[in-house]
C-alpha cells in the first residue's frame, strides 16, 4: 500500500502538472494578443489611421422639465392640465363626467390644446417689452348628457388660475359641432365592441368562424378585430354617422391581413343601444344586414370565403424579424456620430438655441409638431411654421376602401409620436423630449416618453465647397460639412408612420420634410381590384392611395409688413449680330410679378411657367436697391386629380392648389378641423373662404399655406414596412438677397487649404480649422495627416490638364 507521504508527494506533481500547463496556455494566448494588435496597429499605421477612443456623448431626456410660468408658446404643462381639469369638474353647464365615469352618452372631454393668444398680444409681449398674454386651452368636449347631443369647444383659462370657461367663438368655424361629425374616440370604440359586435357574432358568428377562424367576442386565441372607415356625410346626403369596420386578423401586423368582411353601422344616437349595423360586405358581396347574409349563406346561394387564421410567428411575411441571409456576414454595427467637444445646442423648456438659430418648439394634440418665434441672427423669419393636416384617401372595389378617405386630425396626430428609439428613430446622442396630454376618458394627464428628439447631424454633403486646380486661380480648397439641426417627430397614425423635421442649416436656410413608412393599409386580394393595386401575397392587394400634407407658414421677413411675389422665367429671341445682322438667339430670362391680392396668389404648379417664389419688407434693401427677401422652394408636391367640388373632394379644399397666401388672422388657426373625416357636406372649416374674399396682400402680415403629397401605389418591396427611399417630400425657406454673403462664412466648420507660399509647393500646405481641434478619434484619417503623409493628392496642380 501507498505511504501518506507517498500520495502525498504524487498530488503535489499533479498539480505542478497541471500549472505548468496552465502558465504555457496563458503564454499562448498573450502571444497571440499581442500579434493581433500588432498587426492591427500596423494596419492602422498603414492607413494613416489612429487608434484614440470614440466619446460617444449621450443624450439628455428631459423628462420633469416644465417652467413654472410657461411663455406663449409652451405645451400645457401637467400642473395647468391638473387645475384644468379641477377646475371643469366644478363647472355645471359643462357636467363634466370624471375620467372613470366617461360614456358616450355623458358630458366628456375629448381633447385638451394650447389656444395660442392673439398675435399682436404676443408680439408686444415678445418686442416691446408688454405683458405676457394670458394662456388659454381649447377643450373639445363631447355633449353625449345633451338632448340633441353636440360637440363643444370651449376656452378655458387662464391655465395659471382657471375662472373662465366660454365656448369659443370663431368666425371662421361652427360651434357647437353637429354630435355625428365628432371624431372616433376610443369610448365610441369601446361601444361599438360591446353592443355591435355582440350582435354581429350572435348572427352570424357561425359564418365567421367557418370563413375565418375566429369571432370579435366571447373568443380566446382565436379573436378577430376590426377598424372604422368613416363615411363622408356628402356620401350619405346628409348629417348622419355611418363608419364602417371592416374585420382582420390582430396579427403582426393587422393591416397586412385584412378580411373580405366589415359592416357598416349607424351610430347617429349617444345612445350606444340605439346603435344598428346597416350593410354587410362579405366574400365580394354587399348584403343590406346581417340576417340577409345568414339566410343566403344557409341557402348555399352566395360565394364563400375560408381562410385560415393567422397567428403571429417569427417567420411570417408581415413581421420585422430577420429573415434571408444576414449582411453583413459577421455582426458589425453601422457608422456613429460624435459630438466631440459636446453639443452645440441647448434647450430650456422648449425653447432650442442652435449657433445662429433659437426658436420654441411644441406639439400639438390636433395638428403635431409646430415651431415659433423662429430666429437667425436675432431676426425673425417665420411667427408659425407647422403642419395644419394631413389626409390620405385610398381607392378600390370594395365598398370600405372605396370610401377610405382618411383626415387626421381627427386622430389627434400630435398624440401619436412617442417612444422614439435612439438609434433606430433618432441617433442615440439625440435629446429626447416629453409631452404631455389630457384626453378621452382620463383621470389625469398621460406624458408621452421621447416624443420629440433633438439633434446636430452631419448630413454627408458639402454644404458649399470648391477647389482650385489651377495655380493661376489660387490652388486651394475651401468648404464645409453640411452639419445642421433637427428637430424631428415621428407621427405612428395607424398603420403609417410619418417622419416630420425641420431642419436648420448653417446658410440661414430652414427645410421642412415629411417622409412617409410604416404598414401599407391592404385590401383582400379579389380579381376585381385589379385596377387599384397589385396583388402582393396570397390574401392580399396593395391598393393605391394619395398622401396629402398641409403645412402654415406665418412668414415674417424683416417686420410684418411683407410682400409676395414671383420671378417668372420665361424665354425670349434676341440678336446675335455678332454672328451676322441677321443672326437670332434663344435664352430665357425672368420677370418680377408682385401679387396684389389673395387670389392673384394662388399657385398650381406648372412646368411650363417655371417661377420662383419670394417674400420681402418692401423697406428692406440690399445697397444695390435689391429686396432683402426669403424665397420658398418647395420639392415634394403633387396634383390632387379628383374633380373640385364632387363628392369626397370637398372634404380637403386646401389640396386643391400647392401654395395659397392669406392675411394672419387669429381666427384662421389650421386650414382643416377634427371633423373633416365626417363634414364634407357641410365643412366645419372651409379653407377656400380664407382667400375668397380676395384681400390685398401687398404689405401685410402674410400667411403661407404649402400643401405636399405624394401617390403610392404599393408593391412587394413595402413588405413588411414601407421603406423611406424616394419618399422625402420638402419644403424650404432659403435665404435670397438677404444677407450681403452666405452667412455660413462665419462658422468655424470652413475648412481651407491652401500653400504655406503661393505657388510654391515645397514649402509645404497649411490647414486652416479656425481653432477648431483636428477630428483625430476613432481610427480616423485626417486631413492633417494627409497633408503631411500624401501632399500632392490634396491640391492637383498638374498644368498637363488644360483646367478653367
Not at 575 to 600: H, S
Request: charged share 25%; hydrophobic share 35%; net charge negative.
Amino acid at each position: 500500500m501507498d505511504t501518506a507521504a507517498e500520495k502525498y508527494r504524487r498530488r503535489i506533481g499533479a498539480w505542478r502538472c497541471t500549472a505548468i500547463l496552465a502558465i504555457c496556455a496563458f503564454l499562448i494566448t498573450l502571444i497571440a494578443l499581442v500579434a493581433i494588435v500588432v498587426v492591427k496597429d500596423r494596419r492602422l499605421g498603414e492607413m494613416g489611421k489612429t487608434s484614440l477612443p470614440c466619446p460617444l456623448k449621450k443624450g439628455g431626456l428631459l423628462t420633469s422639465d416644465e417652467p413654472v410660468s410657461p411663455d406663449p408658446f409652451h405645451d400645457i404643462t401637467v400642473e395647468e392640465y391638473n387645475r384644468l381639469l379641477r377646475y371643469l369638474l366644478t363647472v355645471k353647464e359643462v357636467n363634466l363626467s370624471p375620467g372613470d365615469r366617461a360614456d358616450v352618452n355623458t358630458s366628456n372631454i375629448f381633447m385638451v390644446d394650447l389656444l395660442l393668444p392673439p398675435k399682436q398680444e404676443v408680439l408686444n409681449y415678445l418686442d416691446k417689452s408688454g405683458v405676457q398674454p394670458a394662456r388659454y386651452a381649447r377643450v373639445v368636449i363631447y355633449r353625449g348628457d345633451k338632448d340633441p347631443p353636440l360637440v363643444e369647444e370651449y376656452k378655458v383659462g387662464p391655465l395659471s388660475n382657471p375662472t373662465k370657461c366660454d365656448l369659443i367663438v370663431n368666425s371662421q368655424r361652427r360651434n357647437p359641432v353637429q354630435f355625428a361629425l365628432r371624431p372616433v374616440g376610443a369610448l365610441e370604440f369601446g361601444a361599438v365592441h360591446r353592443h355591435v359586435m355582440t350582435v354581429v357574432d350572435a348572427e352570424i358568428g357561425f359564418i365567421l368562424m367557418e370563413s375565418y377562424g375566429g369571432m370579435f367576442t366571447n373568443c380566446t386565441d382565436n379573436c378577430l378585430s376590426f377598424y372604422p372607415t368613416p363615411m363622408g356625410t356628402n356620401l350619405i346626403g346628409g348629417i348622419q354617422r355611418k363608419i364602417w369596420f371592416w374585420g382582420n386578423y390582430p396579427a403582426e401586423y393587422y393591416s397586412l391581413h385584412p378580411l373580405d368582411f366589415g359592416v357598416r353601422v349607424n351610430l347617429d344616437a349617444s345612445d350606444p343601444s340605439q346603435w344598428t349595423v346597416g350593410k354587410v360586405w362579405y366574400a365580394g358581396q354587399l348584403f343590406d344586414s346581417l340576417q340577409n347574409l345568414a339566410q343566403q349563406y344557409r341557402n348555399g346561394k352566395i360565394d364563400k370565403t375560408k381562410v385560415k387564421y393567422v397567428h403571429t410567428s417569427k417567420n411570417l411575411f408581415s413581421t420585422q424579424n430577420l429573415r434571408g441571409d444576414p449582411a453583413p456576414e459577421s455582426p458589425q454595427r453601422p457608422p456613429l456620430q460624435v459630438e466631440p467637444d459636446g453639443k452645440r445646442y441647448n434647450i430650456t423648456h422648449r425653447h432650442v438655441k442652435y449657433l445662429h438659430w433659437d426658436f420654441n418648439t411644441r406639439l400639438s394634440g390636433f395638428t403635431g409638431p409646430q415651431l415659433y418665434d423662429v430666429r437667425f441672427q436675432g431676426k425673425r423669419i417665420a411667427y408659425e411654421l407647422g403642419l395644419s393636416e394631413i389626409a390620405v384617401y385610398y381607392s378600390g372595389e370594395s365598398p370600405v376602401q372605396k370610401v377610405t378617405d382618411f383626415v387626421d386630425s381627427g386622430a389627434l396626430i400630435g398624440t401619436h409620436s412617442k417612444s422614439l428609439i435612439p438609434g433606430a428613430d433618432c441617433p442615440e446622442g439625440a435629446t429626447f423630449l416629453n409631452v404631455s396630454f389630457l384626453g378621452e376618458a382620463m383621470e389625469k394627464p398621460t406624458t408621452l416618453q421621447r416624443a420629440i428628439c433633438v439633434f446636430e447631424h452631419n448630413y454627408g454633403v458639402p454644404l458649399r465647397r470648391h477647389l482650385s486646380y489651377s495655380r493661376d486661380q489660387g490652388a486651394f480648397y475651401g468648404g464645409m460639412e453640411d452639419s445642421a439641426l433637427t428637430v424631428r417627430s415621428i407621427l405612428t397614425i395607424v398603420n403609417y408612420d410619418y417622419v416630420v423635421d425641420f431642419v436648420f442649416h448653417q446658410t440661414g436656410a430652414l427645410e421642412v420634410r415629411v417622409i412617409s413608412t410604416g404598414y401599407i393599409l391592404s385590401t383582400f386580394y379579389r380579381p376585381a381590384e385589379a385596377p387599384y393595386g397589385f396583388r402582393l401575397d396570397e390574401h392580399i392587394n396593395g391598393n393605391i392611395h394619395h398622401h396629402m400634407f398641409h403645412f402654415k407658414a406665418d412668414l415674417d421677413i424683416l417686420g410684418t409688413a411683407n410682400r409676395y411675389e414671383t420671378l417668372d422665367i420665361k424665354t425670349e429671341e434676341v440678336d446675335l449680330k455678332q454672328m451676322g445682322p441677321d443672326a437670332r438667339y434663344q435664352q430665357i430670362y425672368f420677370q418680377r410679378n408682385l401679387k396684389r391680392t389673395e387670389m392673384e396668389a394662388v399657385y398650381d404648379f406648372n412646368f411650363d411657367t417655371p417661377k420662383y417664389h419670394i417674400v420681402y419688407n418692401n423697406e428692406e434693401k440690399t445697397k444695390y436697391d435689391v429686396p432683402r427677401s426669403y424665397r420658398l422652394h418647395m420639392a415634394g408636391i403633387s396634383k390632387q386629380l379628383l374633380p373640385e367640388g364632387l363628392s369626397n373632394e370637398r372634404t380637403l379644399p386646401w389640396a386643391r392648389h400647392q401654395l395659397a397666401v392669406t392675411v394672419q388672422k387669429d381666427d384662421e388657426q389650421v386650414s382643416s378641423s377634427p371633423y373633416a373625416m365626417f363634414d364634407s357636406f357641410q365643412p366645419v372649416t372651409n379653407f377656400t373662404k380664407y382667400f375668397a374674399d380676395d384681400e390685398s396682400i401687398r404689405d401685410q402680415d402674410l400667411v403661407f399655406w404649402i400643401t405636399l403629397g405624394t401617390h403610392h401605389i404599393p408593391h412587394t418591396e413595402d413588405l413588411p414596412v414601407t421603406p423611406t427611399p424616394g419618399g422625402h417630400l420638402n419644403f424650404f425657406l432659403l435665404p435670397y438677397n438677404y444677407f450681403p454673403e452666405c452667412p455660413s462664412v462665419s462658422s468655424r466648420d470652413n475648412i481651407r487649404v491652401d500653400y504655406v507660399k503661393p505657388f510654391e509647393a515645397s514649402e509645404g500646405l497649411r490647414v486652416e480649422r479656425n481653432g477648431n481641434k483636428v477630428n483625430g478619434a476613432c481610427g480616423v484619417l485626417t486631413l492633417e495627416q494627409l497633408v503631411r503623409e500624401r501632399p500632392d493628392d490634396i491640391i492637383q496642380t498638374n498644368n498637363d490638364f488644360k483646367l478653367l
